[in-house]
């Protein structure tokens, strides 16, 4: 089992004709995806490596019954890019880019919360895997195996760091979800995606310094989390008062400290690593108990 994606999901790529559209459309298919369209207004009727390419998503859609979408486009356009999957109910949309607006990733997220019909990942994040199964961004494909771990992470490199030392154990799903001050999707969101999976047996959860997200996740997991779950919060060391990396990590006196969110959580039970490999192998005391 894996969340979010499986193996009839049926990729199509906004943006495919670009250089990273292209570069990652066929990384994706190399590592098994079904890409079975690409969106590029003004270039329908052309194709990349055989998949063809259509001026708008609802034809995409009509034509392939394509049941995810990821998302590489400009900045600019990403607000309407996005807002054309919604209205072409496409269940799950994948934002890679960096860079979006934030006023414009709470239109849009607003714009999907308003239809009911599609989950946001992102933006500005590497995507979601299912190793061995689907592959929905730029995850590298290769770095890990299936098996019964769920990852749910702000930081794509963090994402891959745990896929590769837990590679010999393998994940359900790995997700990740942005470091943004808005994102679709939440750590919570995946935390209740991963609890109900019976393919996923325990769960990492990458934070990072700034905002609430790990403390409102660390209160979720107390109340409805019933498997193990083991986090790391990525800015130990980061100066109080800067702004660092991700647009949604900068720090506060003692908000958002990763001291903070790491007591929140271990308070919940939760066992959090001092350095991403203290904490894959935390994962692997528990995996191989």
Do not use: W
């Amino acid at each position: 089992m894996s969340i979010f994606l499986d193996a009839d999901s049926k990729v199509l790529v906004q943006g495919m004709t670009g250089s990273e559209g292209t570069k990652h459309t066929r990384r994706m298919v190399a590592s098994g995806t079904d890409v079975v369209a690409g969106v590029t207004p003004g270039k329908g009727g052309q194709d990349v490596d055989g998949i063809p390419v259509f001026n708008s998503v609802p034809e995409a859609v009509a034509a392939t019954g394509a049941n995810v979408s990821v998302v590489f486009v400009p900045p600019r356009f990403t607000k309407g890019a996005v807002y054309e999957a919604v209205d072409a109910a496409v269940p799950l949309i994948v934002v890679i880019t960096e860079g979006v607006p934030v006023h414009d990733t709470a239109a849009f997220f607003q714009y999907a919360q308003d239809a009911g019909t599609s989950r946001i990942i992102g933006p500005n994040c590497p995507g979601i895997i299912s190793p061995g199964v689907s592959n929905a961004g730029i995850i590298p494909a290769d770095i890990t195996k299936p098996g019964r771990i769920g990852l749910v992470s702000k930081s794509g490199t963090l994402t891959y760091q745990m896929m590769y030392e837990l590679r010999d154990i393998g994940f359900s799903t790995c997700i990740g979800i942005g470091g943004d001050p808005i994102i679709g999707t939440t750590h919570i969101d995946a935390l209740a995606a991963f609890e109900a999976d019976p393919g996923t047996d325990a769960i990492v959860m990458i934070g990072e310094i700034g905002g609430d997200a790990e403390e409102r996740a660390a209160a979720y997991i107390s109340e409805n989390v019933s498997k193990p779950v083991v986090g790391y919060v990525a800015g130990f060391t980061a100066p109080e008062g800067k702004t660092m990396g991700h647009a949604g990590a900068i720090v506060s006196g003692s908000s958002g400290t990763a001291e903070a969110k790491q007591e929140a959580l271990e308070a919940v039970g939760v066992r959090v690593g001092k350095t991403p490999s203290e904490t894959a192998r935390l994962m692997r005391d528990i995996m191989t108990d």
